[in-house]
């Protein structure tokens, strides 16, 4: 299995370690996300795939210096690790950084994805219509993933119809989260992908400990259930999606 969205830099235990125990759980790959410049420098420099980009929740680095950031994201994509854009997005929930500098840094993360030919890693919260309008506006990239997955039925249509991968992660476990699943299985399979994002977002039944990659399958599983397929089957699936949205 391939973990699609992971913050290494973010979990407790040595990256080394983290990736050990995910292979021991049957988690062949992570995608680390690297989120601003310093992270960005370090997971470049590791062997692993990544994406790199700076957060909608903290976009001090963008502010102060849009153009420089932007460039030097530019010169870390051509890493060989390099695998996405992201992530990057519209956060209206926790709104740290106003709604005008949060856009213009999304564009900027775009106009990057398109150029740099790599799949655009989107977080969304509270904020569907304007992702959308913004991706529609500047022309969306070939590959986007539709991180941490958030939205309802109606939301998946609209990113299946512009062919977009929507990451479902631990959250489709919690109990209240019905329409979280009603969206996973409207969703035609070959658009769906499995993630972490640890180490944020644990699956029931380990809520209130921090996530690791190794309880990704914890997440696949009820993935299967829900769509009332065999975890192989499903598995080959997402890995097959993985590959594609990321190109690797
Ligand atoms: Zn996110
Ligand atoms: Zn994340």
């Known amino acids: 299995m391939i973990d699609s969205h992971c913050h290494l830099a973010h979990v407790e235990a040595d990256p080394a370690d983290t990736l050990a125990a995910a292979r021991d759980a049957g988690v062949s790959t992570v995608i680390d996300i690297a989120m601003g410049l310093a992270e960005c420098e ?15 929740n903290e976009l001090e680095e963008f502010q102060a210096d849009p153009s420089g950031a932007m460039t030097r994201l ?23 950084s106003g709604e005008a500098l949060q856009v213009a840094a999304f564009r900027a993360h775009i106009d990057l994805a398109k150029q740099a030919d790599k799949a655009l890693v989107i977080h969304c919260r509270d904020a569907h219509d304007a992702v959308l309008e913004v991706l529609d506006d500047a022309g969306a990239p070939s590959r986007v993933v539709m991180h941490c997955f ?45 993630e972490t994002d640890a180490p944020f977002l644990t699956p029931e039944p380990h809520r209130g400990k921090p996530n690791a990659p190794s309880l990704l399958p914890i997440t696949a599983t ?27």
């Open 222 to 248: 009820r993935l299967a259930s829900e769509l009332q397929m065999p975890l192989e089957e499903l598995s080959r699936r997402l890995d097959d999606n993985t590959r594609r949205a990321f190109s690797l």
């Open 74 to 96: 530019a010169e870390l994509a051509g890493r060989p690790n390099v695998v996405g854009i992201g992530e990057t997005g519209l956060d209206f929930f926790r709104e740290r």
């Open 150 to 194: 958030s939205g309802d039925e109606a939301f998946a249509m609209k990113c299946a119809a512009r062919g977009f991968f929507c990451s479902f992660a631990g959250n489709v476990t919690y109990k209240r989260n019905t329409d979280l699943r009603r969206a996973a299985t409207s969703l035609p399979t070959e658009l769906v992908l499995v």
């Open 42 to 56: 370090a997971s470049t420099a590791r062997f692993g795939p990544c994406a790199i980009g700076i957060h909608p």
